[in-house]
């Protein structure tokens, strides 16, 4: 059984088929990237993935689950979270409370509890509080543990949108567009922390434009152009694969970038 399965996934908006007939299968505690030139359908994949747009054809399995079909809040509880290319946090919020929001997926308390203030309720609260600081020192944000998170510097909220996502105890974290707008020792980091993901027991699947990080942190790559499927296959064979270079580069130069990612050594990658 494969961890996720995606079979003749479609859907069109309009006459236009954003993702067309489209079919791939997943492995458990790998980095999977998707990759592809703009317009291409990737976030309208993820979205598909997370239940935010429901599929005009095909079928979404998740550990032997059809999904298709179901809302954000099912996917999640089964176990597939996400972050979003435009940050999607709480900014009148600290950033613990942020982190906080996603633990509450998993508290038992009812609505009772929380009007009687049953010392249950008040226990819940401390174990999700400290869940919450620990995931935000596992991301690297330890400093801002007492901060606001309007107050918080760009690439901290790049991983406060991850911690949060880790605190829904996700198997499946599917990671749009990470590194979009961090400088090169910030994304360094985020190179390090994916790679730490998947010995936590996270399966991760990664939208991103920065091919030195794609190259370095992949360990299977999924590449889209119109919708549909144009290669998929580890990152060497990916990066030489000539109907990559012309529909995803489309230059001579462009290939000799994509060749120069491949090469760049994956530093400080740890369980």
Not at 201 to 208: S, W
Request: charged share 20%.
């Amino acid at each position: 059984m494969n961890f996720l399965e995606v079979e003749s996934l479609s859907k069109v908006f309009g006459g236009v088929h954003a993702v067309e007939d489209l079919s791939f299968d997943f492995q458990a505690g790998a980095v999977h990237s998707i990759i592809g030139p703009n317009g291409a359908g990737k976030t309208t994949l993820l979205n598909l993935l997370t239940g935010i747009y429901s599929p005009s054809a095909g079928r979404i399995r998740f550990e032997g689950q059809d999904l298709t079909g179901l809302a954000p809040h099912e996917f999640a509880r089964r176990g597939i979270a996400r972050t979003f290319q435009n940050l999607q946090l709480f900014f009148n919020m600290s950033a613990l409370e942020n982190v906080m929001v996603g633990r509450h997926l998993h508290e038992r308390c009812g609505l009772a509890s929380a009007l009687l203030r049953f010392p249950r309720l008040s226990r819940e609260e401390l174990a999700c509080r400290e869940e919450a600081a620990e995931l935000m020192r596992y991301v690297g944000l330890a400093r801002y543990l007492g901060t606001a998170a309007d107050a918080m510097p760009y690439g901290a909220l790049k991983r406060l949108e991850i911690a949060r996502a880790l605190a829904t105890r996700p198997r499946l974290l599917l990671l749009d567009e990470p590194a979009a707008g961090l400088n090169p020792t910030e994304a360094l980091e985020l190179d390090q922390l994916i790679g730490r993901l998947t010995g936590r027991g996270v399966t991760v699947v990664l939208v991103e434009h920065n091919m030195h990080l794609v190259m370095g942190v992949s360990d299977h790559i999924l590449v889209l152009d119109y919708g549909r499927k144009l290669a998929e296959g580890p990152a060497a064979a990916v990066r030489e694969d000539p109907r990559v270079i012309e529909a995803y580069l489309g230059s001579a130069a462009a290939a000799r970038n994509l060749g120069a990612a491949g090469a760049a050594p994956r530093a400080g990658i740890g369980p």
